[in-house]
């Protein structure tokens, strides 16, 4: 490892490497590059799946990858320029990076950074190349992230210091998942107290949102998922529908139950045929629907205009509307201050020769949150 004097050297370690979209991820030695300026070089410690970097996985067309950006590690090297972070520093990585001088991110409404927003190329936000090869050919990074590696280079602004204390196998979870379902109830919709709500979806971020809502106060907290084991981990959840156990429509359902319908409703599952079921079932007047999962297909929404004349709200979330580097270290305080669950959100732990394994559990709906652990 160089010293903080010394310019850092290129490295080689293991990465699991996607070769094609949906064939299992290859182990190889990749050569990672030293970070340029405003970047740092940080040793993954543990990375956990999250079901975006299935869906990319499934259907992206740049290849070769390496996924992954749900994430804890340590700083081993800095670039130039870089004076937030010293070696040895704990991070997590963060898939939207926070610039704080571009118009979203002084303007206290929005957390899009206009500098380090979502990178969907697979290269680095600063000079558009990558920071893994092998034998000299290039492998791309998803999300400016790729935590899938024993090492990786990301952008000095899409990393959040955390607490020495802050155990990094447990808090990689607020890099995305659990931070992205707790903003959308506390952010993008603000839950009052008292409040009704359906969530659609029970994955990691939808039991988030359950969470968030439970911890505001809400009094009924209805979850929608045909997957019964899901309701083993509510979180809050007071009402369970599987919409397989019904001949009607889920959403009639829901506004039978509710009294003509939630105060808000959550669409988790990257479904956008969902959207319009979701806003079918918030009621009228301020029913505010909030949209969260990633579509694999048909990204465009359909819904009645009715929807909207009747006072209803559709509105979209990206992680959360949490702003990286301000927001996160708070999160992480209160998971330290048992404010706030994750441990409940695992359940499984894996070495990092496994994650194919880890793939298959999330594919099959058998896990919530899988936290692979990197080599020592």
């Not at 034998?135 to 000095?156: D, I, L, M, N, R």
Request: with cysteine; charged share 20%.
């Amino acid at each position: 490892m160089s010293s903080s004097v010394d310019k850092p050297n290129c490295i080689t370690c293991k990465a699991m490497v996607a070769w094609e979209a949906g064939k299992d991820l290859v182990m190889e030695e990749v050569e990672v590059s030293p970070p340029q300026p405003h970047e740092i070089r940080i040793k993954v410690v543990c990375t956990s799946l999250c079901r975006t970097d299935i869906t990319a996985w499934e259907s992206q067309a740049i290849f070769p990858r390496i996924f992954g950006h749900e994430a804890s590690g340590i700083v081993e090297s800095v670039g130039e320029g870089v004076t937030e972070f010293v070696e040895g520093d704990h991070v997590l990585t963060v898939f939207i990076g926070e610039c704080k001088m571009c118009k979203h991110c002084e303007s206290g409404k929005s957390n899009m950074c206009q500098v380090l927003g979502l990178e969907r190329r697979g290269v680095m936000h600063s000079d558009q190349r990558t920071r893994f090869s092998i034998e000299g050919k290039p492998v791309y990074h998803y999300c400016a992230v790729s935590s899938f590696s024993e090492y990786t280079v990301v952008h000095s602004g899409c990393a959040v210091k955390v607490s020495l204390q802050a155990p990094l196998e447990k808090i990689c979870l607020l890099s995305c998942g659990v931070a992205a379902g707790l903003g959308a109830a506390w952010n993008v919709a603000d839950i009052s107290k008292g409040s009704t709500l359906v969530v659609f979806g029970l994955g990691t971020v939808g039991l988030a949102v359950a969470q968030g809502a439970k911890l505001r106060g809400a009094s009924q907290i209805i979850g929608v998922d045909i997957n019964p084991e899901k309701y083993k981990k509510a979180f809050g959840v007071t009402d369970f529908l599987n919409p397989n156990d019904y001949e009607e429509p889920i959403q009639q359902v829901i506004k039978r139950i509710s009294g003509g319908g939630t105060d808000y409703s959550f669409e988790c599952i990257g479904n956008t045929g969902m959207v319009t079921t979701a806003l079918q079932s918030c009621c009228d007047g301020w029913g505010l629907t909030v949209t969260l999962g990633v579509p694999k297909v048909k990204p465009e929404i359909e819904s009645h205009y009715s929807a909207f004349l009747s006072g209803k709200t559709l509105k979209g979330s990206l992680f959360g509307g949490w702003k990286p580097k301000s927001d996160l270290p708070e999160l992480v305080n209160k998971y330290m201050n048992q404010e706030i669950q994750i441990d409940e959100f695992i359940t499984h732990n894996l070495p990092f020769e496994d994650i194919n394994k880890a793939f298959t559990l999330m594919k099959e709906g058998k896990c919530l949150r899988c936290v692979i652990h990197m080599p020592n």
